[in-house]
């Protein structure tokens, strides 16, 4: 069968039962309970664990365990189940473990709401739980990128022993579109120098932690880490640059804001505006570069956002703040309208809106 | 109704199904279809599963057309709470309207329709339709979808009585898409013993299917395509 009809959360599923996932470990939250449902149908059916944690915190930690012994496990959440998992995932960074975590975001702080968001980003892209570490956050725009993300994030988790993210939020969880499912892969055990799988009485121990009582050996730890973001800034960073080849104008927006965006864009290229999208498809590591080259081109930038402006912020620092940048927005659940990002196109060049 | 679809309509018409396989939008185009049919017609969205994509959704262009709609006291708000309106009640025991309810996906969603399947069997005019889109992933084939219907039935109690064949692949679908599904859909007749009551596609497609059903989608938001 070619093209199947999917939620953007069951394909995070599937995809990741495609990519040799058997351990999901989770708790239902709305907007991202389909994925977890999704798993407790299939996980039996193929020899896979599905576990409804008692909490999120429980779930991570389980997470965590998984992850020690080199198998590919995840979780999902949204947004107040995320915080949650905080310190679980700062303690899966500290001991370079790989694991897939996904938040489908939705309108915060607090409880908030169950309508779609982006105002975990600083959560996301910034550490969110404690100490100097980084996620590879990625940021799917459609339900096709849903599935083919979750492979390239378990890939990249695995490559580098970093963590990884899923950042959606509740529109693309829950819109549902046509998607080509990736091949499945059977899951590979090959024997890892680090995983805890037991010596069998023919290897020293393996030990996976993050405590470390001399400083000194910390603060190596740190810098060997720092390395390796270092290479992952150098070579995983992903974006879409939309009709940007002649622009004077750049709209900077990552997931459904992005696809809006698209539209308002189409509109004024019609008033004859000449304006352009970088969509960045890795949050962390973030496209400075391509915004950096965009700045000797463009006479300004607009971030677009479902939130109160957090991305414009990396906006800023990759361009030097060498261009004026202003924020369209909206928050709490609500997402900007074509007709409201093409007010924002006018007045970044001046124009009446 | 005008193309005999379900000859005399019944009493209480119901949408079940895996969720996503398209229970809001045919549970809408029915019950306009209906409303031409003399008899005031109320449309139920008891759908407590899906917190976004539901019929409450066209509400204005049901009531423009005259359907009375029902929906969760807090549905499109932010409370995600299961409570159900006490006027399904209604709904169910009036028998001078024709009812259409959209019950939420899979058994969990079914369950919400367990305390009015008692007034359902008793008065015994009705059409339990099980809606299936064979390109979902989990019913992709008959005996899957058998799977879900089976446990459908198990939560709330109430017999199928037909099947509705509604394949599609969202906006990619073809002529082609909607015909490829019919062997599938017979499949799952022969195994339950349940007529396909109808196949149901976008409007503006003409596959070449017995009783078929056009429909207008719901709108979506249009600022995502």
Redesign the interface.
């Known amino acids: 069968m070619g093209k199947v009809l999917m939620k953007g959360n069951e394909a995070i599923a599937e995809a990741a039962i495609r990519a040799g996932c058997r351990h999901y470990f989770g708790y239902p939250i709305t907007p991202q309970t389909e994925l977890a449902a999704y798993m407790a149908k299939r996980m039996p059916k193929i020899g896979g664990v599905f576990l409804q944690a008692e909490s999120e915190i429980a779930a991570i930690n389980m997470v965590y365990g998984v992850a020690a012994t080199g198998r590919r496990v995840m979780t999902s959440s949204s947004s107040p189940g995320v915080s949650l998992k905080q310190e679980g995932i700062s303690y899966i960074a500290g001991s370079d473990l790989p694991a897939l975590i996904v938040n489908v975001q939705r309108g915060g702080p607090g409880l908030g709401g169950i309508q779609p968001s982006q105002s975990d980003y600083f959560q996301a892209t910034k550490g969110g739980g404690h100490g100097d570490y980084h996620l590879i956050v990625l940021a799917p725009c459609s339900v096709q990128e849903m599935a083919d993300m979750t492979a390239l994030a378990f890939d990249l988790a695995d490559k580098y022993r970093v963590p990884s993210m899923l950042l959606a939020d509740g529109t693309i969880g829950q819109m549902m579109e046509p998607v080509e499912l990736p091949q499945a892969q059977e899951p590979v055990f090959e024997e890892k120098d680090w995983a805890v799988t037991g010596t069998k009485c023919k290897r020293p121990h393996h030990i996976v932690n993050s405590l470390y009582l001399v400083p000194e050996e910390l603060e190596k730890k740190n810098f060997e880490r720092f390395e390796t973001y270092r290479r992952i800034e150098e070579n995983e960073v992903r974006y879409e640059a939309f009709r940007m080849d002649d622009a004077e104008y750049c709209v900077v927006a990552f997931g459904i804001a992005a696809r809006v965006a698209k539209n308002a864009i189409v509109a004024a290229r019609n008033e004859g505006i000449k304006v352009g999208l970088i969509r960045p498809i890795t949050l962390w590591p973030f496209p400075k570069k391509a915004l950096a080259d965009a700045a000797k081109q463009c006479k300004g930038f607009l971030s677009v956002e479902l939130s109160m402006g957090q991305m414009i912020e990396d906006v800023k620092l990759a361009i030097d703040c060498s261009r004026p940048v202003q924020l369209c927005n909206r928050a709490g659940g609500m997402i900007p309208s074509p007709d409201e990002v093409l007010a924002g196109i006018r007045a970044l060049c001046g124009q009446e809106v | 109704m005008k193309n005999n679809l379900l000859g005399e309509p019944k009493r209480v018409t119901l949408f079940c199904g895996h969720?996503?396989s398209g229970k809001s939008n045919l549970a809408v185009n029915y019950a306009l279809r209906l409303q031409g049919c003399g008899v005031p017609v109320s449309l139920a969205d008891i759908d407590i599963v899906?917190?976004?994509?539901r019929s409450a959704d066209s509400r204005r262009e049901l009531e423009d057309a005259g359907v009375q709609v029902i929906s969760l006291p807090f549905a499109n708000s932010?409370v995600?709470l299961p409570s159900l309106p006490q006027e399904v009640y209604g709904l169910v025991q009036r028998r001078d309207i024709r009812a259409v309810l959209d019950v939420g996906g899979?058994d969990r969603g079914a369950l919400a329709l367990g305390r009015y399947v008692p007034y359902i069997l008793e008065e015994g005019n009705f059409a339990n339709l099980f809606v299936a889109?064979f390109?979902?992933?989990?019913t992709?084939t008959a005996s899957d979808a058998l799977e879900v219907l089976r446990e459908i039935e198990q939560a709330s109690r109430l017999p199928f009585t037909g099947i509705v064949n509604n394949s599609?692949?969202?906006?990619?679908t073809t002529e082609g898409t909607v015909e490829r599904t019919m062997s599938a859909a017979r499949e799952l007749s022969d195994l339950t013993g349940l007529p396909v009551v109808f196949t149901s596609y976008r409007a503006d497609l003409h596959p070449n299917v017995p009783n078929g059903f056009p429909i207008v989608l719901q709108r979506?938001?249009?600022?995502?395509?």
């Open positions: 969720y996503g899906n917190p976004y994509f932010n995600d899979d889109n390109y979902r992933p989990l992709q599609n692949l969202g906006s990619e979506n938001n249009p600022a995502f395509s």
